[in-house]
């Protein structure tokens, strides 16, 4: 029998279950957070330092489906500075990052600043503080899925990310889900 979940993945966890590399025995993994069935895996991934939204299933044709039909994810990402609207203009229009040592150009997605800062749980590791200059929040959704993307998108516009949460993918949502909260459902709504 296939099982779904979704997960508020918390900064600092690995996108997985087990490793096998000698430098990641410390590393905090998913199944800590939750007694998951044999043979759940994660639907795409959010990095070490990223923290939200993330789906977990057993059934492999559903992770293929989800991550191959271009669904939208949408992030709350927390940048270093005042961002522009001309920043956030070449956020949506698509702009060129580094991939794999060659040079890619994103496909347009959607961009906008977000007027009062998202009220998500504190995190573990603070984010710096005023003292070091001023921070904004935006909302950035695209339909693809490159390695630290969204991360590379605000560098190249000239506002590196300090706090990456992906609160939707499709039309599941992040939602009040609490930092480390796992939720079993029948299947998810894309």
Do not use: C
């Not at 959010?46 to 059934?59: A, I, Q, R, V, Y």
């Not at 191959?68 to 956020?91: C, H, N, S, W």
């Not at 695209?142 to 300090?162: D, H, N, S, W, Y």
């Amino acid at each position: 029998m296939e099982r779904h979940f979704r997960i508020f993945k918390p900064y600092g966890y690995l996108s997985q279950f087990i490793t096998n590399q000698r430098t990641r025995r410390n590393k905090k993994l998913l199944g800590e957070l939750f007694d998951f069935p044999e043979g759940t895996m994660s639907i795409g991934r959010l990095d070490e330092d990223s923290e939200g939204l993330l789906l977990l299933t057993t059934n492999g044709k559903v992770s293929a489906e989800i991550t191959g039909r271009k669904v939208e994810k949408e992030y709350f990402v927390q940048v270093d500075g005042k961002i522009t609207p001309e920043a956030v203009a070449l956020l949506r229009d698509g702009v060129e990052i580094g991939l794999e040592g060659k040079k890619y150009m994103t496909k347009p997605g959607k961009a906008e600043i977000i007027s009062s800062p998202p009220s998500f749980p504190p995190r573990q590791k603070p984010i710096r503080d005023e003292r070091h200059g001023p921070t904004s929040w935006i909302a950035v959704t695209i339909r693809e899925g490159k390695f630290r993307q969204v991360k590379k998108m605000t560098a190249a516009v000239g506002f590196p990310t300090l706090r990456l949460v992906r609160v939707r993918i499709g039309k599941e949502m992040l939602g009040s889900m609490e930092m480390g909260e796992v939720q079993e459902v029948k299947e998810f709504i894309l």
